[in-house]
């Protein structure tokens, strides 16, 4: 399951509640220092929030196995509602991707998720993005409900298809 940072987890299940979505899971501890919930947004994605305890970031960013990126696949009806609700529960500032002419992807409806600026050293430029959202379409099976698709760095994409 995918979880989202935050510096308050208790704030953030009430920020859930207020935009419409809702709170599986109180705020606990898990563990250290951290605490974590788990919620539901207004098309049902479930998804984890989490502060972090004493380690703040991926130690291992960026190499083959860590997590990359993360997509939020949901119908196209609840697509702006959805992209509403982060915006508000964790401050995301959104942006329609270009995927560019002549991209497989080329007109595809899909949000790219960037953490607001903070004031802390950023010079008041939001960061660099961590996942989108994207549509169900076609290539999902009828019925297949929204949720996150979490993508993991691989040294040889190729070879780790091949080997899967």
Do not use: M, N, Q
């Amino acid at each position: 399951r995918v979880h989202l940072a935050t510096r308050d987890a208790e704030a953030a299940v009430a920020r859930v509640r207020k935009a419409g979505g809702r709170v599986l899971r109180e705020p606990e501890r898990g563990p250290g220092t951290a605490v974590r919930a788990l919620a539901a947004d207004p098309a049902g994605a479930v998804f984890g929030l989490w502060r972090p305890g004493e380690r703040t970031d991926f130690a291992a960013a960026r190499k083959p196995g860590a997590y990359l990126w993360t997509d939020l696949l949901t119908r196209a009806e609840s697509a702006a509602a959805v992209d509403a609700f982060y915006a508000e529960v964790f401050g995301y500032v959104t942006h329609a991707a270009d995927f560019g002419a002549g991209s497989p992807a080329e007109g595809e409806d899909f949000s790219v998720w960037c953490p607001a600026p903070t004031g802390e050293g950023d010079g008041g430029r939001a960061g660099a993005p961590i996942g989108g959202r994207g549509l169900l379409g076609a290539a999902h099976p009828p019925g297949t409900p929204p949720h996150f698709l979490p993508y993991f760095a691989v040294a040889d994409c190729d070879g780790a298809v091949a080997a899967a």
